[in-house]
């Protein structure tokens, strides 16, 4: 897995409508 994956896999988890950060769900791109 290179960087970028792994980045792309924190980011998801982080904006898990269920188990996400707050702060996380309210950001946009």
């Not at 792309?8 to 791109?29: A, H, S, V, Y």
């Amino acid at each position: 897995m290179n960087q970028i994956d792994r980045l792309l896999t924190i980011m998801q988890r982080l904006r898990d409508p269920e188990n996400g950060c707050p702060w996380d769900k309210e950001q946009t791109f």
